[in-house]
Nanobody, 124 residues
């Protein structure tokens, strides 16, 4: 499975960005997929994940109420709408997929595939 993330950039605090992640994998709708991020000097951490059918979503506490994850299985694409961005959201964001289909998986080791990352910088 190859994942291609895009949509990162520079945004002011309080602004919004939408990340996208695409794959050519024909079994996309069998994968739980999500987003991780890694800030400079910190470990990679989970941000959000969505179940294969798109119904069940999980968010980590720092992004609850500000980020929205979604997927379009017809387009093999995953999205992350990020609103009310804060400076502490600055990080490289990676899309990830797990063959287990378990969107509640929370550690980096439970995900089988990662995209190349897209940089999000929140700064005035």
């Amino acid at each position: 499975v190859q994942l291609q993330a895009s949509g990162g950039g520079l945004v002011q605090p309080g602004g919004s960005l939408r990340l996208s992640c695409t794959t050519s994998d024909l079994d996309f709708d069998r994968l739980a997929v999500g987003w991780f991020r890694q800030a400079p000097g910190k470990e990679r951490e989970k941000v959000s994940c969505v179940s294969p059918n798109g119904i069940t979503t999980y968010y980590e506490d720092p992004v609850k109420g500000r980020f929205t994850i979604s997927r379009d299985n017809a387009k093999n694409t995953l999205y992350l709408q990020m609103d009310s961005l804060k400076s502490e959201d600055t990080a490289v964001y990676y899309c990830a997929a797990t063959l287990s289909g378990d969107a509640s998986a929370s550690t980096v080791y439970e995900y089988d595939f990662y995209g190349q990352g897209t940089l999000v910088t929140v700064s005035s």
